[in-house]
């Protein structure tokens, strides 16, 4: 066992902070370990210095990754915003967040261990309760829970999973750390300048208790988002409760205040106050976008285009004409200048379709949820040449699934689950051994060096131009899996749109400039970028347009 040598910052004794240590060390212990006491005992100080310990000057062991998250005035929706961003996961709801870390491929070194502070403070201690026994069933985290020793929190937990105990009443007194400062007063919270200067958590808090207090469904299983605002709560606060609620996870970020009216203007909803929107506008000019239109789940004019699985911006024929799937199989068209529908693609793809990728013909190609090809002819007569490379590799991914798909003139690119990217062309077949694990997206951009983009679940882009060596240092990389990926060539040079499966999106520029983030709140399903540089961000119940601001 690690010896336990406390910093200064801890008063107790040796015993509890060597406890901890083991636990955290056995691999056998329990997965929860509940911090109990008197108040005054030094239960938060010894989470704290649990937080800041390492190992002794000159040893080389790896240190676990620990977060220490404080729960006083937490609601349950507001907590599990934070653990999901700090664990890099996307959670619209507690249940979410269990479901996300029992599923998620990105997996850390080690087990995370999330330091919970002071649960019995908490706004919603019950949910919270409910929601760290569910926590302590995730075989990749480990939790160390503080709560006082009279409230009912320890004996639930003790009931509901194995659990190690460090009791520390009956110790000598010591501060449970710093003199705790007043709540800070409640911004108005339909005012949209101090809802976004205002802590987030507090923010969120007070619109979950308000919600709970109106009848909306509790936060154990999320906030029902898809209200339009006044219908189903008391006070929707003209719109902006829904529009947090729809983004909260992002808002919940430490960021600027003019970021965070960036992203609550993304997740305005067409029925919220029309004072809302311009004062956003101008608190979020400080962003590096702006929002050139959104749709969401409830909107009307024009309406919601309905969830998105796929995206894609075309060219040729059907230039100014945005491609969106959704779960069914669907390909709804729409207009790129607001999102206004144009019609369907006429195709008859069974199940779900997984990549498309219009070609500059008019041909879209899709990618059903087995892996097989599918082409949709456009209005405009096809060369035969083109007809016999898409039958081609049609057979060839009859015997050989695909995971991804790209279409530029003259190639179809294909990625595969075992991390390689195949660009079929008139001139014959190049492959690329790009990624570590399944290639999740592929890209293709028609320029003067035509080039392939792919995103893999190693949470890697990479660059490649068919017939060379890949580029040997990734344009982007990060713990998480990529989700979507798209390119395309602009004025100003190519640009590439990137999503991870933590929420972030970016736009990078392969050929030198800055990188533009961006978080809707929400899991992104798909991005994609047009030709004039406009950012398109599609998720479960929104579909967003950004335009870098200049």
């Not at 609550?264 to 029925?271: E, I, Q, S």
């Not at 144009?342 to 879209?364: E, K």
């Not at 060539?489 to 520029?509: M, S």
Request: charged share 20%; with cysteine; aromatic share 2%.
């Amino acid at each position: 066992m690690p010896s336990a040598i406390p910093s200064p910052a801890w008063d107790g004794t040796e015993a509890e902070a060597t406890a901890l240590l083991g636990w955290l060390t056995d691999p056998e212990a329990p997965r929860l370990c509940l911090v109990t006491g008197a108040p005054g005992s030094g239960k938060t100080a010894l989470l704290r210095w649990l937080a800041a310990y390492g190992p002794r000057s000159g040893r080389s062991r790896r240190r676990t990754a620990r977060t220490l998250v404080p729960l006083a005035g937490q609601s349950a929706l507001g907590a599990a915003w934070t653990l999901a961003d700090r664990l890099g996961v996307v959670a619209r709801s507690p249940g979410d967040l269990v479901h996300a870390l029992a599923t998620s491929e990105a997996r850390p070194a080690g087990r995370a261990v999330l330091l919970l502070t002071d649960l019995h403070a908490a706004a919603e201690p019950a949910a919270l309760t409910r929601l760290i026994a569910e926590l302590a069933g995730v075989g990749r985290i480990r939790l160390v829970v503080e709560a006082r020793s009279d409230t009912p929190a320890p004996a639930v937990l003790r009931a509901e999973r194995r659990v190690t105990v460090v009791d520390l009443d009956g110790e000598p007194e010591t501060a449970d750390g710093a003199v705790a400062e007043p709540a800070p007063p409640l911004p108005d919270l339909s005012d949209p300048v101090a809802v976004c200067a205002a802590d987030p958590l507090l923010v969120t808090t007070a619109y979950v208790t308000g919600a709970a207090l109106a009848g909306v469904p509790g936060t154990l299983d999320g906030p029902e988002p898809s209200a339009r605002p006044g219908e189903g709560t008391a006070d929707e606060h003209g719109g902006l409760r829904t529009a947090w609620m729809r983004a909260g996870q992002s808002l919940c970020r430490q960021q600027a205040p003019a970021e965070r009216a960036l992203v609550l203007l993304a997740a305005l909803g067409d029925g919220a106050d029309p004072r809302l929107r311009p004062a956003l506008a101008e608190l979020a000019e400080g962003a590096p976008w702006r929002v050139r239109w959104a749709r969401h789940r409830g909107d009307l004019n024009p309406p919601w285009p309905g969830p998105v699985t796929v995206l894609g911006a075309a060219g040729g024929p059907l230039e100014g004409t945005l491609l969106v799937g959704d779960p069914t199989g669907t390909v709804r068209l729409l207009h790129e200048a607001d999102a206004s529908p144009v019609g369907r693609l006429a195709h008859s793809v069974p199940g779900r379709i997984t990549a498309l990728a219009p070609a500059p013909d008019g041909t879209v190609l899709l990618l059903d949820d087995r892996g097989r090809l599918h082409s949709v002819r456009g209005t405009a007569p096809r060369p035969p040449y083109l007809e016999r490379l898409t039958e081609a590799v049609s057979a060839t991914l009859a015997r050989h699934p695909g995971t991804a798909l790209a279409a530029i003139a003259g190639s179809v690119v294909v990625g595969d689950r075992l991390g390689s990217v195949h660009a079929f062309g008139l001139t014959g077949l190049h492959q690329s051994a790009s990624h570590s694990g399944r290639v999740t997206a592929v890209a293709a951009v028609e320029s003067e060096t035509p080039f392939v983009c792919s995103g893999g679940a190693d949470g890697s882009v990479r660059l490649w131009t068919p017939g060379r060596d890949a580029h040997p240092e990734p344009l982007a990389e990060r713990p998480s899996p990529v989700v979507s990926l798209h390119a395309t060539e602009t004025p100003h040079g190519p640009l590439v749109a990137a999503a991870w499966a933590d929420g972030l999106v970016e736009l990078l520029r392969p050929e030198g400039g800055p990188t533009l983030s961006f978080r809707p709140g929400p899991p992104v399903r798909a991005v994609a970028v047009t030709g004039a540089g406009s950012l398109l961000v599609g998720t479960d119940e929104s579909l967003v347009c950004l335009v870098p601001r200049s």
